[in-house]
């Protein structure tokens, strides 16, 4: 009699893997295709890519209800799709195409739907941090047990604002998951040149909020960590404040060459990739075959390529619809 296959050491299923695999590499793929793009002047204005922090959009959604909100800053391509976003949609508005997401008005920074409680995409420094703040105010006037999953990067977390908005929060006891994707450089500036705090996580004990450090190289850990945090939040018991230590191989926008950090450190994150190292593990203890992997890949590769197309085919907004959905209307009374 053969040996019986040891099943997988793993708590969490094979679906799950298997999505957390799929939403990285779409993220990766679409961002990679989104910088040839730029390269071919198809998109335009500042863009922004999520390469290397894709664990945590990963690892978020399937630790998160769909009623749940989601607000973000302008790295934000990569939640978005996470969240279930279409990347056809996205791609068009990317190519700033009528087809978009915001009809082709929003651009890189400013995706949006209601459909999928995703409040974006917003394009100034911490600004999402008090909107946030009170869609989870919302959210418990309202009497339901959902959250805010309120995203922030480490540059944002110097803001005026972030103090504030933690005050509110654990004032009120509101149920808003923060979220410090500590990627380690604002715009060029390192952590360590903006403040001694060089944990963030740390900024929460002022505010007696728990608060801890991820690593969000692993979409485990990311999942493990926001599932903690969502059910002390839903329990009543008020905010909670996560910082994600992660990394990003790409510079700061697509016109940033990222000339301030040395090739060893960005090699040193790279041997640590998380679609790399969460691959390994789904064929090292047997969660998947490599048939199933090289499947994903393909699919992948189709569903980019065709938001793409998508987004080429697709025409630009009529001129007309310049007012349309803007609270500035065009016989609004200018006064000096």
């Not at 998109?43 to 664990?55: D, K, L, N, P, S």
């Not at 973000?72 to 978005?80: D, L, S």
């Not at 803001?159 to 009120?172: I, Y």
């Not at 909670?240 to 990003?248: A, G, P, S």
Request: net charge negative; proline share 4%; with cysteine.
């Amino acid at each position: 009699m053969g040996k019986v296959a040891e099943k997988p050491k793993t708590k969490h299923s094979k679906e799950t893997y298997l999505q957390w695999y799929d939403i990285m590499l779409l993220i990766r793929r679409f961002e990679e295709r989104t910088l040839m793009a730029y390269g071919q002047n198809k998109v335009r204005g500042f863009c922004h890519v999520y390469i290397g922090q894709e664990a945590i959009a990963a690892g978020l959604v399937s630790a998160i209800r769909p009623e749940d909100a989601i607000i973000t800053a302008y790295r934000q391509h990569g939640i978005a799709l996470a969240r279930g976003l279409s990347p056809k949609a996205c791609m068009a508005e990317l190519f700033g195409k009528e087809t978009g997401i915001v009809k082709g008005k929003g651009g890189s920074m400013h995706f949006f739907s209601k459909e999928k409680r995703y409040f974006g995409g917003n394009g100034i420094v911490g600004a999402q941090i008090p909107i946030g703040t009170g869609i989870a105010f919302a959210e418990k006037y309202k009497g339901t047990d959902n959250l805010c999953v309120t995203m922030f990067g480490d540059g944002a977390a110097r803001q005026g604002a972030l103090f504030e908005s933690f005050n509110m929060a654990e004032t009120w006891d509101l149920p808003v998951l923060y979220i410090c994707e500590n990627n380690q450089y604002a715009m060029g500036t390192s952590v360590e040149r903006t403040s001694n705090v060089t944990d963030i996580y740390k900024i929460g004990a002022a505010f007696d909020m728990p608060s801890e450090p991820v690593d969000a190289m692993d979409p485990v850990e990311v999942h493990e960590a926001l599932t903690e945090a969502a059910n002390y939040i839903r329990s009543g018991k008020g905010p909670y404040f996560l910082e994600m230590k992660t990394y990003r191989y790409k510079g700061h926008s697509v016109s940033d060459p990222a000339r301030y950090r040395s090739k060893d450190e960005l090699k040193q994150y790279q041997e640590q990739d998380p679609i790399k190292r969460l691959e390994n593990k789904i064929l090292e203890e047997g969660i998947a075959s490599k048939d199933e992997i090289q499947e994903i890949k393909d699919r992948v590769k189709k569903t980019v390529l065709e938001a793409v197309e998508f987004a080429e085919n697709s025409a630009y907004p009529d001129p007309s619809e310049l007012y349309t959905d803007n609270y500035l209307q065009p016989d609004f009374p200018f006064t000096t």
